[in-house]
Every structure is written in structure tokens, then in C-alpha cells.
């Protein structure tokens, strides 16, 4: 078990930032953090990532406490954090090999993790030149290598995709998935959930610094939309197909949406062939029968209230 | 990571900090400019007054000393000014951009941290001081300084250097914000530009006398080794509290500084002693006494700030024999810890200056020192009589407002950081000193000698009364606020010393993880 988030709280002041947040994420998972501002995703990344301490709780990293052994606990731990890195007359290769040092990397073995790093970012045009001028989307490149320098077990990535080009954020997510076949814990945070749902198999919901839901996509999406939705184009009047739907065991709702049928049905996957064929054999004339696939942004919209604090 | 030892010399890697830094000040304009002008300044300043030299008909016998003063100002100005303002304006800059956030997650701890920033000024300064060495040893051949001088002063210059470096670097490390760090950086600056002016007229006083001639007298290195000492307490405090203060709150940050302090009271106390034995004069005991109380005062404010919560690291670390436990108390971050430590080290200080001073120890010293001599029997003359009472004044004063400013934070600002006790601490006596002055101001009655009046419970006026027995009436009232103190932090005390216990693990959830997906890419 990778990272244990056990009961976390974090409070600054008369704020509660972190509410009670539980959950956990294992070796290959990729998890989205999702939430809206001021939810809690950055302090609860911080807390992992040994930043901050927690006021109450604990988040174990392969077992190691980050209250307890920080010192320990932070060798497992990549962090890309949502800021970049702004260090003056310094060259990507110099900053990748001052965190190869400063991880305690020597000799041959740096040169090797820096190198190695340096191709996997695909940084390795451009390891003569400064920090400062390079474009955001080759800055966020250098964070990622920099979090990976140590070849860490978890990765936790503070929107990482903010402010990328398109391009960017394609390259971006190619290099996760990278990573996550590498069998690392990844946790990433991002407000563009589309591209979250391309990489996430899991997912954690926050709002207001309480947790609302955790666990695999389709888990999550089991809990949040419990009833499967169908779209239904029939050759002829919509309107009879609505009314027959309406009288029709298990559908919970249907309505005409510009020329198509839009219904809620209840049960298990088989319900949606079942009704198909009771359609056709009544003798509608069904040219389109897709049933709608709930995404990250759908279960987000389902979840939250939308509050910020 | 392999710590170096003689053994694995082969695999001895540099502080990566100093790597990085020093990679950064190669490249940077600052540094490599600044060399320039240094370079030019010396060497125009050389040709100069040789050209000048060259236009008179009598050589000067001193041109060697002449040019000598032109370039110890310069190299000061970098060594006390320049190279500190650039080390801690970058440590300070990248507090301020986060870039230290991702130090702290790599393995470097906090010590590692400030001394690569230490030794990279340091190499910083032994750049400029050899660049500048030769013109100074150049001066010697032009007479009118000798070389054991040249390299005395040198070496002095380069020791202020330090110093000034290291508390550039704490003052860098300060949580204040930028315009905070401006107002304390400035007149820090100014004391660094006067550390110049001092190290000149200094410098001045020793060619006038030469240095050479003193070397192998106790003239020289009375003061010489004392100075050393003293800048050597002083730089070891600015660097712990540096790593102190970059170190994580859940750190035990205070167990370094107390331990270091204590360790420094120690040897202070034996130095003061033997030095006023030796001078035959009570001057040094007073002195460290003075400072040691101005420390202690400002330990109060810092243990005040420290808070009551103590993370799970500390209380990890608390031993679990009882006696091994009361010690650790005292030393380990927490505020109630820090005032009882405070406490009784300047008990400590005013019962051995008290004995000093009034209670013959001094003479029993002296008599035994100068073996059987006659004495100057006990001092109780004019200006140490009341000594002992002032000092215990100004820090029962000190007692009082922070303990009142505790028991006002927790019992009214519970939610706000800690550092609101030791900031309620400062304003509770200056409001207390400005606003009946400001009564006065407009009743049109402030005058100097009502400043000068018996004013019970303004700290300030202990500095400023016209009549010296107020002092028992301030020590009176003093005692008296450090009850009312003591009495409304009492619970809170003892609550705390009770649950400074070892760490009792709790049971948490255990989550499992969701099934092992693997990522849909």
C-alpha cells in the first residue's frame, strides 16, 4: 500500500482547510484530485509531499509516518508543485544535477539518474539553457524531472497541466502515462477534467475542505449516477417512443431532446438490451440506441455544490 | 548517501548548495562585476599614488602604509557589506519565491542547508581576499607597514567578513515579510557600513603602533583572544539560530539554540571570572551579567512565540525516565519549557552576580588568585550597589508582560498564531510607557523630569529614574506583576508540564486502497 491518507485534518488559524480527508492510493494507480479553489488539494498535496504538518491525522508513505519521519517518509515522494522553479544563472542540467546532489545521489550514479531523467522529459535540446527563459510547458518539464530525480514511488503533482499550451498538455500527459506504467502511486491534481479522465483510473472528490467521494472511476461513477442514461433516435414521431418509455418498467425518466430520446434507466447493463429489443419488437424504428458514458466532469457536477471557501 | 569520512575519501562530494551557489555567482553579474571594479579600483588606486609619489622630490617613507589605508576600507566594504547583502539577498529571495519549499523535501537537512550558503560566502570572500592580497603584501615593499601587521589586519578583516555573513544569513532567514525583512536588513546594513569605519580606525591604531612588536605580548592577545571568543559565541548562535529558523515547525527547534546558550553561559561565567580575577576588576562579571540578562530578555519573547502544541516528532523524542524527562522539559521547543528555562538561568545570573558583587566572592577570588595578597575588601561602591536589584528588575518586568501576554492570547486570541503572545508581550509595557506620557503631553505637563519620576510598571523608566531608590519600588512592583502573572498561568503551566509525555500511538483507520487498476493509457 503505497499512501495511506488517514483521518487529515489541517487548520491555519480559525480556517479548516482539510476536513477529516481519508482515503488511499496504491503502485499504478493514477488518482485526480479534483476540486474547486480553496477545496483543500493543495495543502493535502502539500502534507504529502512533507511540506506542511498535519494538525490532526497522518498520511503514511509505504508505512512511513510524514509526521513522524519526514526525513524518511520524503525519499519516497516526487512533488511538482504549482509554481515553477525561478532560480537565476542556472541551466536545466545544472538544476536536474543539483537535485541529484542534494537527494544524496553520488558519482556515476547521479550522472546516470540525470541523464536518464534529462531523456525522459526529452529536455535534452535545451540543458545549456537558463531556467528563466525557457517557456512554461519546458519549465513544467524540468519540475516533473526534477520531482523524479530520486526515482520516487509516489508521485504528487500539483496542476501540472495550468497554464500548458495544447501541445504541452498532450506531451505532458503522455509522460504520465509513462510513468504510470511504471508502477508509480500518482496523484495529481487539475481543474481541465477532461484530460484528467484520458489518465485517471481513480479519483477524489473534495469541496470546502471536505472530502465527498473516493475511490475507481467507475466506483465513484456507480455511486454518484446510479441510473444508466440512454440516448434513442427512432425513425417517426419521438413523441410515441417517449410515451411508451414512460409506461415502461425501470425507466425512471425520458424526454425529447431536439429530435432524440433521452431516458434514466434503473438495473444492471443487461436492462438496456432488454429494453432495446421490447422497443424493436414493438415496432419502433431505432437508427441510434448509445447509452451516455458519465466522465469525470459529469461525476464533479454531480458531487459538488460548487462553494469555495 | 556516504557522510565523508578518511576512509571513503574517494567519494567525498562538495555541499550541493555550495555547487549550485557558486555556479550561480559565476554567472552572475553581481559577483563578476563587482570583481572588476575591485580589481580596477585596486590597481588605479596602486598606480596612482605611485604616479603621485613619483611628482615629489623627498620619497614618502609611508607610501606602503598610505596605500595600505585606501585598500582596507575597500576590501571591508566588500567583505562586511557586499558579499553579505548578496548571499542573504538570495537566500532571502528564494524563501520568498518558494524555491526553498523544494529543498526541504529533498534530504538535505537544514544545517546543510545554511552552511553551504555560509561556505559559499566564504569562498566568495577568500576570492575577493586574494585578489586583493598580493596588492596589500605589495604595500610592504613600499614602506611604512610591516608584514606581520598586514596579515594581522587581513586576518581580522576576514573574520569580521564571516561574522557579518552569518548574520546576514539569519537575518535572511527571518519569517518576516520583504518590507519587514527592508526595516531590520537596513539598519543592519548601517552597522555593517560602521563595522568599516571601526575596522579602519582600528586598522589606523595598529599601523600607528605596528603590530609586529606586540605579537608575543599578552597586550595583544588579551584582547585579540577575547574578541575571538566573543565573535565566536556570537557567530555559532546566528548560525544554529539560522537553522533554527529554515528548520520545519514540527522540528525540535529550540533543543540546539538552549543547549547552545546553556553550553554558552558556562563558559562565559568561567571567562568573565577569570578575566575580572586576572584584571582585578569586577568590570567583566558586570558586562556579561548586562548581556546575559538582554539575551535571557530576548529568550523570553522567543519562548513566548513558540507555542504550546507539540508535533509528533518532538513528542517521539521525549525521553521516558522521569529525571532525563524534567531535563528535556527545559530544553525541547515548547513555551512553557522555554520560560522555566529562561527562568532559571537567569536566577542563575543574578544569584552569581549577586555573589559576585555583594556576597565576597569576587574578593575571595582576588585573595586567592593573588595568594594570600591583600584585597580590595568588598565592593559596594557608587555604581554596583544597586546593580544586581536593576538587572532583576528589567527581567521581572519582562517576566510579567510575557506572562501576562500568554494568558491574553489564550484567553482571547486562542485561533491566532503564537507569536501574538510575545507581540502582546512587547506592546502591553510600550503602551504602558507612551500613553500616561501622552496624558501628560496634553495635559501640557511632559517635561523631562517627569519622565524622570517614579513611573511602577514602565520598564523604560528603570533606564531613566532621577532617583536611584525607585529601583526597590520597581522591583516591588515587578514582583508583584510576575505574581498576578504567575497565579493566571499557573493551570496552564502545570497543564503542560503534565502532558509533556512520550509518544502514546493512536489507532487510526486503515483504508484499503480501491482494486488495482492499471491507468487506462
Known amino acids: 500500500m503505497k499512501v495511506q491518507v488517514r483521518g487529515l485534518h489541517k487548520r491555519f488559524g480559525k480556517t479548516v482547510a482539510v476536513d477529516n480527508f481519508t482515503f488511499s492510493f496504491d503502485n499504478g494507480h493514477v488518482f485526480g484530485f479534483v476540486g474547486p479553489n480553496g477545496a483543500g488539494k493543495t495543502t493535502t498535496m502539500r502534507v504529502i509531499a512533507t511540506l506542511e504538518e498535519p494538525t490532526e491525522g497522518d498520511v503514511l508513505i509505504n508505512g512511513i509516518s510524514v509526521r513522524e519521519e519526514p526525513e524518511y517518509a520524503r525519499r519516497s515522494v516526487g512533488y511538482v508543485p504549482d509554481s515553477l522553479p525561478a532560480h537565476n544563472d542556472v541551466t536545466v542540467h545544472e538544476y ?34 537558463h531556467l528563466k527563459a525557457l517557456s512554461k510547458g519546458m519549465k513544467q518539464r524540468v519540475t516533473l524531472g526534477r520531482a523524479l530525480i530520486h526515482n520516487p514511488d509516489v508521485l504528487i503533482l500539483d496542476e501540472p497541466a495550468a497554464g500548458l499550451d495544447p501541445r504541452a498538455r ?80 425501470h425507466v425512471i425518466n425520458a424526454r425529447e431532446v431536439g429530435g432524440e430520446v433521452l431516458l434514466e434507466l434503473e438495473g444492471e447493463e443487461s436492462a438496456g438490451c432488454e429494453l432495446l429489443s421490447a422497443l424493436v419488437g414493438k415496432g419502433f424504428k431505432v437508427a441510434e440506441f448509445k447509452q451516455s458514458k458519465a466522465n469525470l466532469e459529469d461525476i464533479f457536477m454531480n458531487v459538488t455544490k460548487g462553494g469555495v471557501q | 548517501m556516504n557522510f565523508p569520512t578518511p576512509s571513503n575519501w574517494r567519494t567525498w562530494e562538495p555541499n550541493p548548495i555550495v555547487v549550485k551557489e557558486l555556479r550561480q555567482a559565476v554567472r552572475s553579474w553581481a559577483v563578476t562585476g ?40 575597500v576590501l571591508s566594504l566588500v567583505g562586511f557589506v557586499f558579499i553579505p547583502v548578496y548571499v542573504g539577498g538570495r537566500l ?23 552552511r553551504g550558503k555560509l561556505l559559499c560566502g566564504i569562498y566568495l570572500t577568500v576570492l575577493f581576499f586574494s585578489v586583493c592580497a598580493p596588492f596589500m603584501v605589495f604595500t610592504n615593499l613600499l614602506r611604512g607597514i610591516d608584514l606581520p ?21 539569519f537575518l535572511s532567514c527571518l519569517p518576516a515579510s520583504k518590507g519587514l525583512k527592508l526595516l531590520v536588513g537596513l539598519p543592519a546594513g548601517g552597522f555593517m557600513m560602521s563595522l568599516v569605519g571601526m575596522m579602519t580606525a582600528m586598522a589606523h591604531e595598529l599601523m600607528r603602533e605596528g603590530v609586529g612588536s606586540r605579537l608575543g605580548t599578552w597586550n595583544f592577545w588579551g584582547p585579540a583572544l577575547s574578541l575571538l571568543f566573543i565573535g565566536l ?37 568561567v571567562v568573565a571570572v577569570i578575566w575580572a580575577v586576572t584584571e582585578a576588576s569586577p568590570w567583566p562579571v558586570l558586562a556579561w551579567s548586562s548581556f546575559t540578562t538582554g539575551v535571557l530578555v530576548l529568550a523570553l519573547l522567543i519562548s513566548a512565540a513558540e507555542g504550546d502544541d507539540q508535533s509528533v516528532r518532538i513528542r517521539r523524542t521525549i525521553p521516558e525516565f522521569g529525571p532525563k524527562r524534567g531535563l528535556a522539559f527545559f530544553l525541547y521547543s515548547s513555551t512553557a519549557g522555554g520560560l522555566a528555562w529562561t527562568v532559571v538561568l537567569a536566577a542563575a545570573t543574578m544569584v552569581f552576580t549577586w555573589l559576585v558583587l555583594d556576597g565576597g566572592l569576587f574578593d575571595w577570588l582576588l585573595a586567592l588568585w593573588r595568594a594570600g595578597g591583600t584585597t580590595s575588601g568588598r565592593i559596594s561602591h557608587g555604581d554596583l550597589d544597586n546593580f544586581t536589584r536593576f538587572l532583576s528588575t528589567i527581567f521581572l518586568y519582562a517576566l510579567a508582560y510575557v506572562l501576562l501576554g500568554l494568558f491574553i492570547y489564550r484567553r482571547f486570541q486562542p485561533h491566532r498564531p503564537p507569536i501574538f503572545a510575545a507581540m502582546t508581550a512587547v506592546a502591553l509595557p510600550a ?46 512592583c515587578a514582583l508583584a506583576l510576575v505574581t498576578i502573572g504567575v497565579v493566571l498561568n499557573l493551570r496552564w503551566f502545570l497543564a503542560q508540564r503534565a502532558a509533556f509525555q512520550p509518544l502514546r500511538r493512536e489507532t487510526l483507520p486503515v483504508v484499503p486502497p480501491p482494486s488495482h487498476d492499471r491507468a487506462p493509457v
Not at chain 2, 236 to 265: D, E, K, M
Not at chain 2, 466 to 472: A, M, P, Q, T
Open chain 2, 34 to 73: 563587482m570583481l572588476m571594479v575591485f580589481l580596477a579600483v585596486l590597481f588605479f588606486v596602486t598606480v596612482g599614488f605611485l604616479l603621485g609619489q613619483s611628482f615629489h622630490i623627498s620619497p614618502n617613507q609611508a607610501l606602503g602604509r598610505d596605500i595600505f589605508q585606501f585598500f582596507l576600507p
Open chain 2, 92 to 114: 532571502t529571495a528564494e524563501r520568498l519565491e518558494g524555491n526553498v519549499d523544494m529543498l526541504y523535501i529533498t534530504t538535505l537537512s537544514a544545517a546543510r542547508i545554511i
Open chain 1, 170 to 249: 498532450v506531451e505532458l500527459r503522455e509522460l504520465l502515462a509513462v510513468l504510470a506504467t511504471q508502477n508509480k502511486a500518482i496523484l495529481i491534481s487539475s481543474h481541465i477534467l477532461t484530460e484528467l479522465t484520458e489518465i485517471c483510473n481513480g479519483v477524489v472528490i473534495v469541496e470546502r475542505g471536505k472530502l465527498l467521494e473516493s475511490g475507481t472511476v467507475a466506483d465513484v461513477l456507480k455511486k454518484s449516477t446510479p441510473h444508466r442514461a440512454f440516448a434513442i433516435r427512432v425513425l417517426g414521431e419521438a413523441s410515441a417512443l417517449v410515451k411508451e418509455l414512460l409506461q415502461t418498467p
Open chain 2, 149 to 169: 601587521t598586514v596579515f594581522v589586519l587581513l586576518v581580522i578583516a576576514f573574520l569580521l567578513s564571516i561574522l557579518s555573513l552569518q548574520a546576514a544569513i
Open chain 2, 431 to 476: 503602551l504602558w510607557a507612551i500613553v500616561p506620557n501622552l496624558v501628560l503631553f496634553f495635559l501640557n505637563k511632559l517635561s523631562w523630569d517627569a519622565l524622570q519620576e517614579r513611573q511602577l510598571g514602565n520598564i523604560f523608566n528603570v533606564f531613566a529614574m532621577k532617583d536611584r531608590s525607585f529601583i526597590v519600588d520597581h522591583q516591588l
Open chain 2, 233 to 269: 559565541l556570537l557567530f555559532g548562535f546566528l548560525h544554529l539560530a539560522a537553522i533554527a529558523l529554515i528548520s520545519p515547525p514540527s522540528a525540535n527547534r529550540a533543543l540546539p539554540l538552549r543547549g547552545y546558550v546553556t553550553g554558552a553561559w558556562l563558559l562565559t561565567v
Open chain 1, 96 to 129: 536536474l544535477d543539483f537535485y541529484a546532489r542534494a537527494y544524496g545521489l553520488q558519482g556515476a550514479k547521479r550522472r546516470e539518474a540525470v541523464g536518464a531523467v534529462e531523456e525522459f522529459t526529452g529536455v535534452t535540446g535545451i540543458l545549456d539553457k
